[in-house]
C-alpha cells in the first residue's frame, strides 16, 4: 500500500467515509491499531493515530519510532511533536523582505546567544529529522522499499507539521513518483507549489523541496540541479555550488548511480523572471532502498544485511540524543548488536574516536561487529545470526 497508495484510493476513501479511520493489519487481536487517513489530491495516504495506546508490533511501518537516544526533549529544541504534529524552526528564512541584501536573508538570526530563545536547526538535521520521523532508517527484515514508499511516509508525517510557524502544506513539497496517468495532476501540483514561492510586492516567498538529485551541471551563471520525477532546473549561485560540493562530497558520489542514491532538501525562491533560484540546499547518500548512509561502503553493508533479510536501523546523528552513533545496529539479534564500518582505519583522529567507541560498547556491554574495507571483503565478514521474530506482514 504504501509503494501504490492510488491503487487503494477507492478503499481507503470508503474507510475514511464510513469510519473516519483505517486499522493495522500488523495485528491479529481486537482492537487493532487505528491508522489516519489523509486526503492528497485524489488518493490518500495512512499515518500513525497520536497517543494510541495499542502499540504496532516490530516491523510494522507504523511502530513507534522515538529516537533511542539520551536526553529529554525541551523547549529549546528545534525539533518537537505533540499529539503526532511535528513543529520545526529551521536556521533558513521562508520568507524575507525584498530590500534585504541576500547575503543576509538565508538565514533565520542565531539562537544560541540567548538562552531563552528556540534552537534553529539546518537542512541536513531537517532532512534526518524528516527520514527518523516517517520510519526510513530502518529496515524491518523483508519487503520492498521505493521511492514512492519513502512520498507516502514522509508525507504522512509532514503534511500537518509546521515549520518555522508556517503550515508544512504551504512550504513543503515532497517529489512524487512519476505516474505517466497522472502527468496532469502531478505538473500542476508541483507548479502549484513552485508559484507559492515566488517574488511578492515587498517580500520573497520561500518554499522546500526534498527529491532524489538526478543531474548537477554548470549553468550560464553558475549552476543547475534537477530532481527526478520533474523537468524543471533548480538554480545555483557558483559560491553556493561549491559549497554544496564542499559539504556533500559523498552524498554528490549517489547522483546518476543505480546503486546509489543522493536526497536533497532545497530552499528556493521563484524570481520574478520565473527562475527557481536555491538559496540553501544540503544532500544525504543513501543506497537503493533509501538507507541513509555515510559513504559507499556503509551502502555496501546496508544492502548485504538487506539481502540477507536481515532487521536493522541506521542511527542518525543530527537529531539522535546517543553519546555514541554506531554505523547500524542490528535489531533482529537477541540483545542489539552494533555494527562499525572502519572505512577511514588508519587515520590517527578516526582511529581515537573508534577506540572511544570500543570502550563505550565494552562498557555498556553492546555487542560489537567491525568491518574495514581496507582488509577485509565484506562476504567474508561473519555477522551474528538472527535470533528475534520479525513481523511480515502488510497493513490493511
Not at 90 to 98: G, I, M, R
Not at 117 to 146: D, E, T
Request: net charge positive; glycine share 6%.
Amino acid at each position: 500500500m504504501l509503494e501504490a497508495p492510488a491503487d487503494y484510493a477507492r478503499a481507503l476513501d470508503r474507510a475514511k467515509t464510513q469510519l473516519g479511520y483505517a486499522e493495522c493489519g500488523c495485528s491479529i487481536a481486537s482492537p487493532r491499531p487505528k491508522l489516519v487517513i489523509r486526503r492528497h489530491g485524489k488518493i490518500f495516504i495512512l499515518a500513525r493515530w497520536p497517543d494510541d495506546p495499542r502499540p504496532h508490533r516490530d516491523g510494522c511501518p507504523f511502530h513507534d519510532r522515538t529516537s533511542r537516544g539520551s536526553g529529554a526533549p525541551t523547549d529549546h529544541d528545534a525539533f518537537k511533536s505533540a499529539g503526532g504534529v511535528h513543529d520545526v524552526r529551521l536556521d533558513v528564512s521562508l520568507k524575507v523582505a525584498a530590500e534585504e541584501p541576500a547575503s543576509d536573508s538565508r538565514r533565520q538570526p542565531s539562537a544560541s546567544g540567548s538562552r531563552s530563545q528556540r534552537r534553529a536547526a539546518p537542512l541536513l538535521a531537517f532532512l534526518q529529522y524528516a527520514w527518523q520521523s516517517a520510519g526510513l532508517h530502518v529496515w524491518p527484515g523483508h519487503g520492498r522499499r521505493g521511492w514512492n514508499a519513502c512520498w507516502s511516509r514522509l508525507v504522512a508525517e509532514l503534511s500537518e507539521c509546521k515549520i518555522n510557524g508556517r503550515p508544512g502544506s504551504e512550504v513543503l513539497h515532497v517529489m512524487e513518483r512519476w505516474d505517466e496517468s497522472r502527468r496532469t495532476e502531478l505538473g500542476e501540483a508541483l507548479d502549484t507549489f513552485h508559484n507559492r514561492a515566488r517574488a511578492g510586492k515587498d517580500a520573497y516567498q520561500r518554499g522546500l523541496i526534498i527529491g532524489e538529485v538526478a543531474e548537477l551541471k554548470p549553468s550560464p551563471h553558475g549552476h543547475k540541479l534537477k530532481l527526478r520525477q520533474a523537468s524543471h532546473w533548480y538554480y545555483l549561485t557558483n559560491d553556493l555550488h561549491e559549497q554544496f560540493q564542499r559539504k556533500y562530497a559523498m552524498a554528490l558520489t549517489g547522483v546518476d548511480r543505480e546503486d546509489l542514491r543522493c536526497v536533497a532538501v532545497l530552499a528556493f525562491e521563484k524570481s520574478r523572471q520565473d527562475y527557481l533560484n536555491v538559496m540553501d540546499l544540503a544532500a544525504m547518500l543513501a543506497n537503493p532502498t533509501f538507507i541513509p548512509c555515510d559513504s559507499s561502503y556503509e551502502a555496501a553493508m546496508a544492502d548485504r544485511l538487506i539481502a540477507e533479510g536481515r532487521a536493522f536501523e541506521k542511527p542518525l546523528r543530527h537529531v539522535d540524543r546517543a553519546p555514541v552513533h554506531p554505523d547500524f545496529r542490528l535489531t533482529d539479534t537477541t540483545q542489539p548488536t552494533v555494527i562499525e564500518v572502519l572505512g577511514l582505519a588508519g587515520d590517527p583522529e578516526y582511529d581515537r574516536r573508534m577506540a572511544e567507541k570500543r570502550a563505550h560498547y565494552q562498557q555498556a556491554g553492546i555487542p560489537l561487529v567491525e568491518w574495514t574495507p581496507s582488509i577485509q571483503a565484506l562476504a567474508q565478514l561473519k555477522l551474528p545470526p538472527a535470533t528475534r521474530h520479525q513481523l511480515n506482514t502488510t497493513t490493511a
